[in-house]
T-cell receptor
Framework: GENVEQHPSTLSVQEGDSAVIKCTYS??????FPWYKQELGKRPQLIID?????GEKKDQRIAVTLNKTAKHFSLHITETQPEDSAVYFC?????????????FGKGITLSVRP | EPEVTQTPSHQVTQMGQEVILRCVPI?????FYWYRQILGQKVEFLVS????????KSEIFDDQFSVERPDGSNFTLKIRSTKLEDSAMYFC???????????FGPGTRLTVT
């Protein structure tokens, strides 16, 4: 089955700096890669996703890049703000049908220092 | 914007008791999931459900677990005889036909004492 690795496990940046979080996956058939932000005690919230037919996607301060050959994808957050502090999870799935499960990474705790 | 809802938000139960966690998926969604997250750990897949039957289940989803869609709106997860290690946050999620994104509910925190 799919295995998603996420590193580092914690990341601390100064407000205004950029943050990059990387994930690797094992199943070459995976074709959908979402990133979720989870604040303490709350639900995972989708912040951006990418499908395997594109290499990069951007939405304001966040972007995701995908390298299918190397089987890794990264989340980029620019101009970080204290409200970006949260746990970020990457996930992967093989979209053969809409009922495909998500396999999550272990999560990274991002702290943005004011 | 429509959201997945879950009840209760927190359930405390004694070991060996049965619990039912309830979810109302987004109304036009067809694919439903349960995940769990033990405190401080990653989100883990339990089961997916479509067309009134289980599509896939993980190793965690053993005979103590069952799911049901008793009517047109609710989707339930039953744990027959809870164990201490079932203590976790349980998330329900749903997806539309042809959709990729899974929309998560707010979760039910289950505490087994």
């Amino acid at each position: 089955g799919e295995n998603v690795e996420q590193h580092p496990s914690t990341l601390s940046v100064q407000e205004g700096d950029s943050a990059v979080i990387k994930c690797t996956y094992s199943d070459s058939a995976s074709n959908y890669f979402p990133w979720y932000k989870q604040e303490l005690g709350k639900r995972p919230q989708l912040i951006i996703d990418i499908r395997s037919n594109v290499g990069e996607k951007k939405d304001q301060r966040i972007a995701v890049t995908l390298n299918k050959t190397a089987k890794h994808f990264s989340l980029h957050i620019t101009e970080t703000q204290p409200e970006d502090s949260a746990v970020y999870f990457c996930a992967a799935k093989r979209q053969t049908g809409a009922n495909s499960k998500l396999t999550f990474g272990k999560g990274i705790t991002l702290s943005v220092r004011p | 914007e429509p959201e997945v809802t879950q009840t209760p938000s927190h359930q405390v139960t004694q070991m060996g008791q049965e619990v039912i966690l309830r979810c109302v998926p987004i109304s036009n969604h067809l694919y439903f999931y349960w995940y769990r997250q033990i405190l401080g750990q990653k989100v883990e897949f339990l089961v997916s459900f479509y067309n009134n039957e289980i599509s896939e289940k993980s190793e965690i989803f053993d005979d103590q677990f069952s799911v049901e869609r008793p009517d047109g709106s609710n989707f339930t997860l039953k744990i027959r005889s809870t164990k201490l290690e079932d203590s976790a946050m349980y998330f329900c999620a749903s997806t539309s036909r042809g959709g990729y994104e899974q929309y998560f509910g707010p979760g039910t925190r289950l505490t087994v004492t």
